[in-house]
């Protein structure tokens, strides 16, 4: 299985625990490729919305993103020798906005086995409504929250327990292998070791 994941900063920093972690979990071959990403607040949304803090809007670069990873980055690994486009198994995960960001490509691109959600910002304005009308086309995605996450004092982002829930009913409703995964903290805790978990889910179904 190759392994995408979008990152900044602070997600670099845990990769190496997060692969350790996988390694523990799960016995079966894996590579995990992480690519940066720019401007998280739009090249990992859907659609414009306003800010949920400080004064900088989200964006609308999330296709843009898809397009580069199905069009520019599986090809370059795949004339690398990294993927074999016959039987290579393909899934992309993210944390938080990131998380969103997997979470959408896997409405939108059946070029991906399986989609780990993260703690991913299901709270973002009007992603409820949308999982309500589209059907994924991925066969197994991954959702997780840290259990105080909904404790939050922004009330938009306060939403995103009930948010989860909604959506991994969604998923059930739908037919896709799904599992929703509490983890304790909030959403700053443990981000190299829920994301690990969610690719060792893949990895081991």
Request: charged share 20%; aromatic share 10%; glycine share 8%.
């Amino acid at each position: 299985m190759l392994m995408l994941q979008p990152v900044d900063e602070h997600d670099r920093e845990e990769l190496d625990l997060e692969v350790e972690t996988i390694q523990s979990l799960s016995d079966k071959p894996f590579q995990l490729v992480a690519f940066e990403v720019n401007d998280w607040q739009t090249d990992l949304t859907p659609w414009a919305a306003p800010p949920a803090f400080g004064k900088t809007p989200f964006g609308d670069g999330a296709e843009a993103t898809l397009s580069f990873i199905t069009d520019h980055l599986l090809p370059a690994l795949q004339a690398l020798g990294l993927a074999d486009p016959a039987t290579t198994r393909y899934c992309l995960g993210g944390y938080s906005l990131a998380g969103l960001f997997a979470l959408w490509a896997g409405y939108r691109s059946a070029r991906f086995d399986g989609i780990v959600a993260a703690s991913p910002s299901v709270w973002y304005d009007n992603w409820t409504d949308y999982a309500a009308t589209h059907h994924p086309v991925v066969p197994s995605i991954y959702l997780s929250l840290g259990d105080k996450e909904e404790k939050a004092r922004n009330p938009r982002m306060a939403r995103v327990g009930d948010c989860i829930r909604k959506q991994h009913e969604l998923l059930v409703s739908q037919g896709i292998h799904t599992t929703l995964e509490w983890n304790p903290g909030n959403h700053f805790k443990d981000a190299g070791l829920r994301m690990a978990k969610g690719f060792a889910w893949l990895l081991n179904r």
